[in-house]
């Protein structure tokens, strides 16, 4: 028995809802038996990574932060990708974010007022968003590719930090450690419900995702963004700008990278460690294509993402499955996802064995 | 600086950078196909896990050699799939097949941490011990597999017909097509050689240069491979040179912080961001240039999607 | 060993203020559940290996007393550290060992949500009522080091690949470098930060660019045996097994190793726990308390050379002998600590300064 692909005459709008959710239900199913097949508890594994944290309550606040900054910067980087601008150097706008925010909270050390704070987002989103404008402008005046360039700066920001932490902005009180002080309590995001960790950045994620949407679905600017991205020379006779969509979409996608960065080092860290930069970023793209490249799917997709993050530790402490595992069923998940594809576009129709196969 | 010390610099150098070379020379095939695979530390961590456990159980470092080729083969062709069978989004699908290497390599690595193996000698024992020749023989077979894999894949794209149609595989996918090129065959044999230099390139971190396995040991060299093949404008001598160039940065430091002087002041922070920043200045000034046969192959990162 | 712990015990018990009784009842229906959160991979050899053996002897020790021991790996120093304490303490663990210092800030946050929870923060300075400190006097055990590397040594140049240049690492450099000098008084040491402690492939270029230019001997204060292979491969001297026993990586190169043996303070503070005798505070134990150990001396270390190790750790145990005891110079030549005076716990934990001896990194 034989199948081929037959393309569709239009895009599947259920398969661009059935297959994440499929991919999911695969990941848990393959990883399942194939966890189980190398002596592992498989069944136990899934449960762990993908049910406890939704069955369990204390975990549904750990949920909301760890998703908080992944939908923020997946946001970003689905409108971008709508765009058809590659900006894979979320993770470096997200470092270039968090040490601006930084800079403006050292600045104001021992400061009080309601200012410090929307200060630090205005400084973090600048600090992103201006990262994010090197590539920009090298894709825009040169024509230099944005995947290769956006991913090379990230490199070099990441050792930014260490060398911040380890000579200038140093802790002075901090033993020598490779740290910022701790920032003061005017520099510090709130907590929004008492006796949880839920800060201040969780409903701004979900604002900003929602605000996303309408945008993009309602507003020229979202239209233009689309339409430049699906098809650049209809665009052209439309009168809508190429270079000004690379701009917007580096400009969006590395403000809100930059965003997230400043929620990250005001709420959960509170001050610069060298660890900051915690694959946000590069998640984030995954989310994005989670999400189908829609701000209302990025939340779905960032809170799955979350679930298994969540879930692989709880794996470990429960049932002594390491962390690598967890690494693994990530992938598998994208894996799915990403096959999934290929359905959105196409059909599967079975053929006769004699009949040409066009697949591989 | 003595002759004795720059020999041993030379030397050093030489080890850091050849895993970098391998692995840049297999994704500059890659991509000069028209793919973006950025899998590479992925699939060298599964490379440097197969290597290890085989040379461990046999003993024998070129059998380790072959199968991390096989198991980077089988590692790229999940990438493969997804990418050229199912036009899945290569940049990812790439990160994807990095942060599953990743994973599988240290659940199949766990458990060999402890245990000690032996680096692969010189393959000219007699020379390697000459204290002036061993700075042109005294290496093992990786170093010079690398050194020859630079003239033959330069031979390969430049002088045979199979380089040329890969190229214009990498360049106009749809004109290749039309006049009767497959182009999602050829891109899979480009992938599937990336992936067996990756392997390799893997290899060479228990073989060559720490004879142990840690969990992620490659740590972001795979990146650094990626930026190389940018740095080189995709022109495998320029990869040679590129190479060694990253490995006396990434070695510079260590012999300068080491022996004391001047270069020693240097943040090693700089030193350790230099590689990618050289390669954005490089991205930079052959967009200047405006040559054409210096810039990326055309179709790079794009899925092949005949219009039929 | 076990006066020892009774007597740190007896300490314990005299300061205990509070009665648990909360941990009493709950020791007496089921075994105690301890967690433990590590920063690295417990297959490491080094630090985390250290600690999943402590975890493991506990076990062994207590038996049925304690459940099966709960080790975390990889984890972050940052926000999600602080979801795996949390995740700990709400599953019932009533004991948690979080070794790296990065965790400090997160144990005191969460240690204040959890007060029936007692918290154990290693290499850390933060405390509460239920986060103790502990940590170990690795510093004796490179005074042992320096003394053999002082009498072996052809060169007098020593090398030390460290992660950072935090006052734990520090602290080490100028004990090895003092001993080293108490032998060889011409004795260097350069130290080389190399801003990473995963990357055994730059440890290893890192040893040879320091034999390259003379070096002999090579410390580390990084995990893993990568260093101690080059040493062996190209012949020199020799170095020092970190964190645990590597001479199956270098049998002839490994001088001598420093074990961490953090197992005797697992039972003591579990012990202490199922007892409800648990009380905050900073151990920090060293040689003499045997939770750090020096290991099987290799085949270059002469009898002679063996003597003169043991005299320097015997001295250490019965507090006859203190490397940081002046008169002590900085790497300037300047007196840094007058004749007869010690520096002071305090004073070593915040050590920011190199002994004469030392080329100090930029």
């Given at each position: 028995m034989q199948f081929r692909l037959e393309k569709r005459r239009e895009p599947s709008q259920a398969m661009v809802y059935a297959t994440p959710v499929a991919a999911v239900v695969l990941t848990m199913v393959v990883g399942a038996i194939l966890f189980s097949l190398i002596g592992y508890d498989g069944v136990g594994a899934v449960r762990e990574i993908f049910l406890t944290p939704l069955t369990n309550s204390f975990k549904w606040q750990d949920l909301g932060v760890k998703a908080a900054p992944l939908i923020i910067i997946g946001t970003g980087l689905s409108i971008a990708y709508r765009a058809?601008?590659?900006?894979?150097g979320a993770e470096g706008q997200y470092i270039m974010g968090g040490l601006a925010a930084t800079w403006v909270a050292l600045a104001t050390y021992g400061m009080t007022g309601w200012w410090i704070l929307p200060l630090m987002l205005v400084a973090g989103v600048l600090g992103g968003a201006a990262y994010a404008a090197i590539p920009a402008l090298l894709k825009t005046?040169?024509?230099?590719?944005e995947i290769l360039t956006s991913l090379m700066l990230t490199y070099a920001s990441v050792q930014l930090i260490y060398y911040l932490v380890r000579a200038p902005?140093?802790?002075?009180?901090?033993?020598?450690?490779p740290q910022t002080r701790i920032f003061s309590e005017a520099a510090r995001l709130p907590t929004i419900?008492?006796?949880?960790?839920?800060?201040?950045?969780v409903p701004i994620a979900i604002v900003v995702a929602l605000v996303a949407w309408f945008v993009m679905s309602r507003s020229v600017f979202g239209y233009q963004m689309k339409v430049v991205g699906a098809a650049p020379h209809a665009a052209r006779y439309g009168g809508f700008s190429e270079n000004k969509t690379i701009w917007l979409a580096l400009l969006v996608s590395g403000g809100l990278a930059g965003m997230a960065g400043m929620l990250e080092v005001a709420g959960p860290f509170q001050r610069m460690v060298?660890?900051?930069?915690?694959?946000y970023g590069f998640t984030a793209i995954i989310v994005a294509f989670l999400g189908r490249l829609n701000p209302l799917g990025v939340i779905f997709a960032g809170i799955v993402m979350a679930i298994t993050f969540v879930g692989g530790e709880v794996a470990q402490t429960s049932?002594?499955?390491?962390?690598s595992a967890t690494g693994v069923f990530q992938a598998m998940m994208l894996f799915f996802l990403l096959a999934g594809d290929i359905l959105i576009r196409y059909r599967i129709r079975r053929v006769a064995p004699q009949a040409a196969g066009v697949a591989p | 600086m003595s002759t004795d010390l720059i020999i041993a610099v030379i030397i050093t150098v030489v080890g850091a950078s050849t895993p970098i070379l391998i692995a840049a020379l297999g994704e500059l095939v890659v991509e000069r196909a028209g793919v973006l695979n950025l899998g590479v530390e992925g699939m060298m961590l599964v490379g440097a896990i197969t290597a290890f456990v085989i040379v461990f159980v046999t003993g024998n470092h070129y059998l380790a050699i072959l199968m991390a080729a096989a198991a980077g083969v089988a590692t790229s062709l999940i990438f493969g799939f997804l990418?050229?069978?199912?036009?899945?989004n290569q940049t990812a699908t790439g990160l994807a097949l990095t942060i599953f290497g990743t994973g599988l390599s240290a659940l199949a690595g766990q458990?060999?941490?402890?245990k000690p193996v032996t680096l692969l000698g010189p393959l000219f024992p007699g020379l390697a011990a000459d204290p002036f020749w061993r700075v042109l023989?005294?290496?093992?077979?990786l170093v010079y597999f690398a050194l020859f894999m630079v003239v033959a894949i330069w031979y390969f794209l430049k002088r045979t017909r199979a380089g040329l149609i890969l190229r214009a595989v990498g360049e106009n996918d749809l004109s290749a097509h039309s006049i009767g090129y497959s182009v999602i065959g050829v891109r899979y044999m480009a992938v599937m050689f990336g992936g067996a230099m990756a392997g390799i390139a893997g290899a060479?971190?228990?073989?060559?240069?720490?004879p142990q396995w840690a969990e992620r040991?490659?740590?972001g060299r795979g990146w650094i491979a990626v930026a190389l093949v940018v740095f080189a404008s995709w022109r495998p001598f320029r990869l040679l040179a590129g190479a060694y160039l990253f490995g006396l940065v990434m070695t510079m430091e260590l012999y300068a912080k080491a022996g004391?002087?001047?270069?020693?002041?240097?943040p090693s922070e700089l030193w350790a961001a230099l590689p990618y920043l050289a390669t954005v200045v490089v991205l930079v000034l052959i967009s200047i240039r405006r040559d054409a046969s210096t810039?990326?192959?055309?179709?790079?990162?794009k899925p092949f999607l005949p219009s039929n | 060993m076990t006066i020892t712990r009774r007597n740190i015990l007896k300490v314990g018990a005299a300061a205990?203020?509070?009665?648990l009784l909360g941990t009493k009842a709950f020791a007496q229906t089921e075994p105690l559940k301890v967690g433990f959160m590590l920063i690295?991979?417990?297959?490491?050899?080094g630090w985390n290996f250290g600690h999943a053996t402590g975890a493991k002897y506990m076990k062994d020790q207590l038996g049925d007393a304690v459940a099966e021991p709960t080790v975390v790996e990889n984890?972050?120093?940052?926000?999600d550290c602080e979801r795996v304490l949390r995740e700990l303490a709400q599953s019932g663990h009533k004991l948690i060992f979080a070794a790296?210092?990065?965790?400090g800030d997160y144990v005191i946050k969460v240690a204040q949500q959890f007060p029936d929870v007692k918290f154990e923060h290693a290499t850390g300075y933060q405390r509460s009522d239920n986060v103790a400190t502990y940590n170990a006097r690795f510093h004796e055990g490179r005074a042992v080091c320096g003394t053999i590397a002082g009498h072996l040594s052809k060169t007098g140049k020593a090398g030390y690949i460290g992660s950072f240049p935090i006052p734990e690492v520090v602290m080490g450099i100028n004990a090895f470098t003092l001993a080293a000098r108490k032998v060889n008084p011409d004795f260097t040491m350069t130290p080389v930060y190399i801003?990473?402690?995963?990357?055994p492939a730059k440890e290893a270029d890192t040893a040879r660019a320091m034999i390259d230019q003379g070096i002999d001997v090579i410390a580390q204060h990084?995990?893993?045996?990568a260093a101690l292979q080059v040493a062996e491969e190209r012949g020199i001297v020799g170095g020092f097994g970190q964190g645990a026993d590597m001479s199956a990586f270098a049998p002839n190169a490994q001088l001598t190793s420093i074990i961490d043996n953090w197992g005797p303070h697992y039972v003591e503070a579990a012990q202490a726990v199922i007892d409800g005798s648990w009380t905050s505070g900073d151990r920090w134990p060293g040689l003499k308390e045997g939770e750090v150990q020096i290991g099987p001396y290799g085949p270059k270390v002469t009898d002679e050379v063996k003597a003169a190790a043991e005299a320097i750790k015997q001295g250490q145990i019965d507090g006859t002998?203190?490397?940081?005891?002046?008169p002590i110079n900085d790497h300037t030549g300047a007196e840094r600590v007058p004749a007869g005076v010690t520096l002071t716990d305090a004073e070593l934990l915040s050590m920011d300064w190199y002994v004469e001896g030392v080329n100090p990194p930029a």
């Open positions: 058809n601008v590659w900006n894979i005046r040169l024509n230099v590719n902005w140093k802790d002075p009180m901090g033993m020598g450690f419900i008492p006796t949880t960790i839920v800060h201040l950045g060298p660890g900051f930069p915690t694959n049932i002594g499955l390491s962390n | 990418t050229l069978s199912l036009s899945a458990g060999y941490s402890a023989f005294g290496y093992s077979a060479c971190f228990p073989l060559l240069l720490t040991m490659t740590a004391g002087g001047p270069l020693s002041a240097i810039n990326a192959p055309a179709c790079l990162g | 205990a203020a509070l009665p690295g991979t417990v297959n490491d050899n984890v972050p120093e940052g926000p790296s210092f990065g965790y801003s990473t402690w995963n990357d990084t995990d893993g045996p002998f203190n490397i940081f005891t002046g």
